[in-house]
């Protein structure tokens, strides 16, 4: 599933080296490879790359972490952790993919897709 992901179109890009502050609401991939601190809201994927350093509530479809995340993820399809990827807080998402090496720490609740969010 990250393959087809990280091959797809992505609609907006904060790179590495910027810093954001707020709400971030979008539609379509967006990706991530600075820093955020707010809320993040979408119906669709957010990509978080290896330097990305995320301190948020993130209600999406679909997440893909290879970076650091503190905060809380609400998911309606899935979450995916990376190797390089972090995950401090709550999770709640009918899928939770962690790959070899990515580490989650908190609590998760994994709920059928209809009732996920």
Known sequence: MSD??????ITAFLG??????????????V????????????R?????????RIRAQIDADTVVIAGV????IRALSRIEIQSTGVLRGQVVSPVLKIDEGGMFEG??????QAESL
């Open 4 to 9: 087809e992901i990280l091959q797809g179109e």
């Open 16 to 29: 590495q080296g910027t810093s954001f502050s707020g709400r971030l609401m979008f539609e379509g991939t």
């Open 31 to 42: 990706r991530i490879d600075g820093n955020f601190v707010g809320d993040i809201y979408t």
């Open 44 to 52: 669709d994927t957010l990509i978080i790359g290896p330097e990305a």
């Open 69 to 72: 995340v503190e905060g809380e």
């Open 107 to 112: 609590r998760t609740q994994m709920l059928p």
